[in-house]
């Protein structure tokens, strides 16, 4: 199973913040937070990624909470091609740290 | 570069046949993945590789084979396809540094 937990579904409006959960709690000290993304049935996108320090780049914020057992990925100002499913994965499981086991991730609903 | 390339894009199957499908990558990760994706689901990993020569399974092996002769190609072979693998099938591959890097998919109906 994957390791990690987000709710299935979130709207948000047009030009405001999209603030998205993950639930990781079992992550361990070595292991990276990864954010993707799926637009309609492509392959998923990468958008970033971060251990315990918060992360910024071009697409979007990446907030960890000081126990790293949860994160929230940040869009600033949601657009309707931000319309996609968001997928939260670490970098490794319990049992092998080369395995890359995505969840059924969020699916985000930009409404203008 | 041109990433990863799958092919074919699309394929329908009879029961019980076989097919490969195909992942090239022209970046030079050790590390390939494939992972299937079933209608409204999300990516459920079948098989990775850590380098050639190496393969280890994901969640979902059964009824899939793979292997890893060389560090570009991670072809996915179905040997006796049944309708349970309908699906999209992606392909991906990273480097120690790097993210995922994921190719289009391949989609595959079997009737």
């Known amino acids: 199973d994957a390791k990690t937990t987000q709710p299935p579904s979130m709207d948000c409006a047009e030009g405001r913040a999209a603030n998205l959960p993950c639930n990781h709690s079992?992550?361990?000290?070595?292991?990276?937070v990864y954010w993707y993304r799926q637009i309609h049935s492509q392959g998923p996108q990468y958008i970033i990624h971060?251990?315990?320090n918060n992360e910024t780049n071009e697409m979007a914020s990446l907030i960890i909470t000081e126990d790293r057992k949860s994160s929230t990925l940040i869009l600033p100002h949601a657009t309707l091609r931000d319309t996609a499913v968001y997928y939260c994965?670490?970098?490794?499981?319990?049992?092998?740290?080369?395995?890359?086991?995505f969840g059924a991730g969020t699916r985000l609903t930009v409404k203008p | 570069n041109a990433g990863v390339t799958q092919t074919p894009k699309f394929r329908i199957l009879k029961i019980g046949q076989s097919m490969t499908l195909q992942c090239t990558q022209d970046m030079n990760h050790n590390y390939m993945y494939w992972y299937r994706q079933d209608p409204g689901m999300g990516l459920k990993l079948i098989y990775y590789s850590v380098g050639a020569g190496i393969t280890d399974k994901g969640e979902v092996p059964n009824g899939y084979n793979v292997s890893r002769s060389t560090t570009e190609d991670f072809p996915l072979r179905l040997e006796l396809a049944a309708p349970s693998q309908t699906s999209v099938y992606f392909c991906?591959?990273?480097?120690?540094?790097?993210?995922?890097?994921f190719g289009n998919g391949t989609r595959l109906t079997v009737t």
């Open positions: 079992t992550i361990s000290g070595n292991e990276y």
């Open positions: 994965i670490v970098r490794g499981t319990l049992y092998n740290n080369n395995d890359m086991r």
């Open positions: 991906a591959s990273r480097s120690d540094a790097t993210p995922l890097h």
């Open positions: 971060g251990l315990k």
